[in-house]
């Protein structure tokens, strides 16, 4: 019985979660209606509010939910056994492919950048997987510079830094990259452009260009 009864919790927490998830990629946390979540995921208003005190609560664990996948997902990738260049290529290519492949996931990233800088939150998968994802990084530049790859003279850690806003930036600040740059991401050939613009900064920027031509 209380196996059945935790197993219809979690159920229901998944559907909240998901309908969540929908209302704020499509209408931002201020202007999502917890009644409109209820609506969508077949449960009262009441029941939502018993699982999260608030809609800001219910907005932080969508996030780390979201967070949690799509870090899970590059951290995951098995990329030690690549040359460091293409393994670069690689982990960049993954990462455009999470948005691309989750429309949603570049709304609630937006959504998110406003909420952690006017919110004290807590601990989250993104602070917990985030070092591991550099470390992963870090191992891979590292990798590059003892093979004579990629210069010596680099903070791994910026680079990836770098890395992430250029991919992030083609959905979440299309605005400036259409303004400035001309291009529109939202097209399929102008982001297949920005993707490699952005590999091929990046390698740029790094390559020891005595030893390795850019691949």
């Known amino acids: 019985m209380n196996k059945s009864r935790n197993n219809g919790k979690a159920a229901t927490i998944r559907q909240i979660i998901k309908a969540a998830r929908r209302e704020f990629s499509e209408h931002g946390l201020d202007k999502t209606n917890v009644q409109k979540i209820a609506e969508r995921a077949g449960v009262t208003k009441q029941l939502v509010y018993h699982y999260y005190q608030s809609k800001e609560q219910l907005f932080a664990c969508v996030l780390d939910e979201s967070s949690d996948d799509a870090m899970t997902a590059l951290t995951g990738l098995e990329l030690d056994h690549i ?31 406003r909420f952690h800088d006017s ?35 680099l903070n791994p850690d910026l680079v990836f830094t770098t890395a992430s806003l250029m991919v992030s930036g083609a959905f979440t600040n299309r605005y400036v990259i259409e303004t400035l740059g001309g291009l529109d991401t ?30």
Do not use: C
């Open 83 to 113: 040359r460091p260049t293409e393994a670069l290529r690689l982990m960049l290519s993954h990462m455009f492919d999470l948005y691309q492949d989750d429309p949603e996931l570049a709304s609630l990233a937006t959504e998110g950048i």
């Open 186 to 215: 939202r097209q399929s050939n102008n982001m297949n452009i920005w993707r490699k613009h952005t590999e091929d900064m990046i390698l740029a920027a790094i390559t020891n260009k005595v030893n390795v031509d850019i691949a």
């Open 119 to 153: 919110h004290t939150t807590p601990r989250n998968r993104f602070v917990d997987l985030g070092p591991v994802l550099t470390k992963k990084m870090r191992s891979i530049i590292e990798r590059g510079i003892a093979s004579g790859e990629f210069t010596t003279d």
